[in-house]
């Protein structure tokens, strides 16, 4: 229903992802960031609008405009301090406002990026949502919360203190072992994979954590491999997780509903859509030698390096 509203709504959230990465003033940038955040529910709720429908949308609007706050906080203490682009001066303020900074920018985009314990609008808003916009969410709105929290931890905040690489890690560990766990008891698909894009964005976290504990150690070279291997996991679950949701919408249009247990024998019945889906399943499950694994390797390696370093 509203087949061409949904589609000029999603070129709307294309264009509103495309202005987060391209803004550079603050008003731009959150102001995009709010489109980016109401135009896809606008989407949801043009194509169905039934009660649970309407409960499921009004959930995501609400978690991420509360643990949004943190967005405007911190990028208006930055403006404020003009420190945006100039590092030195937020540190020049204090480490008071480096800490309300940080704190801020991790909630703010924490919870757009679904790190436990700011995820639960995830599960609940890709269920109802179209599957192309569910693919874009998860495989482009989350990542675009990944990148508005490196570029003010990584490059505005100035010298990150080493609370935040072991608070990197703790969300994490949380978040990857949290979501995977409750990916495995769920038993329609779409939900699954809201889980499993939590996961995800926990093991990026692993990576970016480590790569702060590495610089505050002085090893450039192992900072710059973990914060390369996050950078290269969000790339690649990018893709496999788009694919792997346009095929949910493939298969939920075919046999009318994504309860796994209805969907057996999909190499026989859809051989290219069930190749598919199993392709996506390897890279996610990190099997060689798909993308997945060499990301989610290069994680585990910093991890250890951090352990014995």
């Known amino acids: 229903r509203g087949a061409r509203s949904v589609g000029a709504l999603t070129a709307a959230f294309l264009l509103s992802l495309v202005g987060v990465l391209a803004a550079r003033d603050v008003i731009g940038f959150v102001g995009f960031w709010e489109l980016m955040t109401l135009v896809p529910a606008a989407a949801i709720l043009v194509g169905r609008r039934d009660e649970a429908v309407r409960s499921a949308v009004y959930a995501y609007l609400a ?5 949004g706050a943190g967005v405007w906080i911190a990028l208006l203490a930055l403006a404020h301090h003009g420190a945006i682009g100039d590092p030195a001066a937020l540190a020049a303020a204090g480490s008071g406002a480096q800490t309300l900074v940080a704190i801020a920018a991790l909630v703010g985009f924490g919870t757009k990026a679904g790190f436990i314990p700011l995820h639960s609008w995830l599960p609940r808003a890709h269920p109802v949502a179209p599957a192309h916009l569910s693919a874009l969410m998860s495989g482009m709105m989350i990542k675009v919360a990944l990148y508005g929290l490196i570029r003010v931890e990584f490059r505005w905040l100035g010298a990150s203190p080493r609370w935040l690489g072991l608070a990197l890690l703790a969300i994490g560990l949380l978040s990857s072992l949290g979501g995977v766990l409750w990916a495995l008891v769920q038993h329609e698909l779409k939900r699954l994979l809201a889980y499993s894009s939590i996961e995800n964005v926990g093991i990026v976290a692993l990576g970016l954590g480590a790569s702060l504990l590495f610089a505050d150690a002085g090893d450039p070279t192992w900072a710059a491999i973990a914060f390369a291997a996050s950078l290269l996991h969000i790339a690649n679950h990018a893709i496999f997780k788009t694919l792997l949701f346009l095929v949910a919408g493939a298969l939920e249009r075919a046999v009318g509903s994504l309860d796994l247990d209805r ?5 026989r019945r859809m051989p290219w859509t ?3 889906l ?3 399943c390897m890279a996610i499950a990190g099997l060689p030698p798909l993308n997945g694994f060499a990301s989610e390797w290069l994680v585990l390696q910093s991890l250890l390096h951090v352990a014995f370093h």
């Open 278 to 280: 199993l392709i996506g």
């Open 63 to 67: 978690i991420t405009h509360l643990g």
């Open 274 to 276: 069930g190749g598919a």
């Open 263 to 267: 969907l057996g024998g999909l190499l």
